[in-house]
């Protein structure tokens, strides 16, 4: 076989075989997506030098045999080529809390569910006192009434809350904020 032919023999089978040996690739091995395709072309440019290509009787086979071992020699070098030191491992901490996100979110459910007992017009003030950080002055000229009835509104509606929130929930919430 002259060299002109191994080469078409070779790009024909680059060309059949590209995406199939890169899905091989990102199924296989431990080789991240963006190095599949540098695993693959070394795989091809190992083939174009090997001289007898002529003499490989399952070529696919022989493809996949050697992406394997290129994945696996790339792996190697990718665990030498940052080097770690094990001390740095103490001082990664965990910032996920899971038991404080639980423990927010049950607060935060019981807050929802307490609010959602309170007269529409009093979960309205509540709404723009604190997500909208309005004054009381300012929510009452919004609202048309006079500072007067949303400063009592406001106070009752903290007055309902306190006996609808669980006594046990409002001192997590108060230690929580110390």
Wanted: with cysteine; net charge neutral.
């Amino acid at each position: 076989m002259t060299a002109t032919e191994t080469r078409h023999r070779l790009s024909d089978w680059f060309r059949r075989w590209r995406s199939p040996l890169r899905a091989f690739l990102l199924g296989r091995t431990s080789i991240s997506a963006p190095d599949v395709d540098d695993v693959a072309q070394e795989v091809f440019l190992r083939l174009m030098r090997y001289e007898k290509v002529e003499v490989i009787e399952h070529p696919q086979a022989y493809l996949y045999r050697m992406a394997a071992n290129v994945a696996a020699e790339w792996s190697i070098r990718s665990c030498h080529r940052r080097p770690h030191e094990p001390a740095w491992l103490d001082a990664l901490v965990a910032e996920e809390q899971p038991e404080a996100e639980a423990m927010r979110d049950s607060v935060q459910a019981e807050i929802d569910r307490a609010i959602g007992t309170l007269s529409g017009r009093r979960r309205q003030i509540l709404e723009l006192f604190f997500s909208e950080g309005l004054t009381q002055t300012e929510i009452a000229q919004r609202l048309g009434e006079t500072p007067r009835s949303v400063r009592r509104q406001l106070a009752a509606s903290y007055v309902q809350l306190r006996k609808q929130i669980d006594a046990e929930l409002l001192g997590v919430i108060a230690n929580g904020r110390e």
